[in-house]
């Protein structure tokens, strides 16, 4: 079994391990230590990666029987390894994590709704809530959760029995057996939780909804917390002031002028849709105006660039009003559409 140091102290940035085995994991070298740092991944929380030495560690994996493999990109030389993790992905994943926390315990205390599950990202991470949520509610929720940030509340770490865990009150039951590892937000949220998370909420920095939706009967919550709140900020207010740079108009106004625009291209596309019927209309006539005789049969067949599918139908059955004629007509280009007719008669 593998010491997990992460346990005690996820600030732990360098430690050095014994290897005791190296052995194959979907076909990659994958290390087996007396101790480690690198978080696998687990409950919603994505790996660590990092290195020993010049030995890339690519991927690191929770065994059912304790071991904690860690996947390289090739067997490292030495057996006294000294580990290395990519800091700004794990302080990342500790804001985040720790972020998750605080925001599930806002909705469990403002309006004892349960998050079901909790999902961490790349670009963002999500909770799915057990019930539909109002946009009020997740305001409110998002305002509770920023307050305990900004109260820079210690965040600790315990470990009991699972029947001294239950008895504490967490948040969410734990199906766990044994010793469990206790993550606490003080005066505001218990919970079992294996990841790493940071020592006080005001290292989370921000906790920022970006979206809702219904999932499951629930609500799925998309947030961001601390360097990716910055990071979306920063790509919104990109996209606001390119957008208000083209508009011509305030930021107040983006929102009118868009709904403006949309209005007019929804006009400009009925008038487009109306001037191809008449102009269909004209070419579907000068077409059987110039068909070839057949038997009896006055035949249209054309390819017509420029012409969608619909435009392609509308000449057809113009053409088929005239007794006698029949029609096959293809557009270009590719995908094709090709149309065949005849009159009734």
């Not at 509770?144 to 600790?156: G, L």
């Not at 390119?242 to 983006?254: D, F, K």
Request: charged content about 25%; proline content about 3%.
């Amino acid at each position: 079994m593998t010491e997990r140091l992460y346990y005690q102290d996820p600030y732990l940035r360098e430690f050095d391990a014994a290897l005791l085995e190296t052995v194959s994991h979907g076909g990659q070298t994958a290390l087996v230590l007396d101790r480690t740092a690198f978080y696998p991944s687990s409950g919603g929380q994505p790996h660590d990666v990092g290195a020993f030495h010049d030995v890339r560690v690519l991927d690191v994996v929770d065994t059912d029987d304790g071991r904690i493999l860690h996947v390289v990109d090739r067997a490292p030389s030495a057996t006294t390894l000294h580990g290395r993790i990519d800091w700004a992905r794990r302080f990342d994943h500790m804001q985040q994590h720790t972020g998750q926390h605080v925001l599930s315990a806002a909705f469990d205390h403002l309006f004892r709704v349960r998050t079901e599950s909790f999902h961490l990202g790349v670009e963002y991470s999500t909770i799915d809530l057990a019930r539909d949520v109002s946009a009020a509610e997740l305001q409110q929720a998002e305002d509770e959760a920023n307050r305990i940030v900004w109260e820079d509340r210690p965040v600790t770490i315990r470990f009991a029995g699972a029947a001294e865990a239950a008895s504490l009150g967490l948040r969410k039951p734990s199906s766990r057996e044994g010793t469990l590892r206790l993550i606490e937000v003080d005066g505001f949220d218990l919970s079992a939780c294996g990841g790493t998370h940071v020592a006080r909420t005001g290292a989370i920095g921000i906790i920022a909804v970006s979206a809702s939706e219904r999932f499951k009967g629930g609500s799925r919550v998309t947030f961001l917390c601390g360097g990716r709140a910055l990071a979306g900020f920063r790509a919104l207010r990109e996209a606001v002031t390119g957008s208000v740079r083209v508009l011509s108009v305030g930021t107040a106004e983006l929102p009118s002028a868009i709904e403006r625009l949309q209005g007019d291209a929804k006009e400009l596309r009925r008038q487009v849709k109306d001037f191809q019927g008449r102009l269909a209309t004209r070419e579907a006539d000068a077409l059987a105006d110039a068909a070839a005789s057949v038997g009896p049969v006055k035949l249209v067949a054309a390819a017509l660039p420029g012409w969608d599918a619909a435009a392609i139908k509308t000449m057809a059955s113009r053409i088929a009003e005239r007794p006698g004629h029949a029609a096959v007509l293809l557009s270009e280009p590719a995908p094709s559409a090709i149309v065949v007719t005849r009159a009734a008669d």
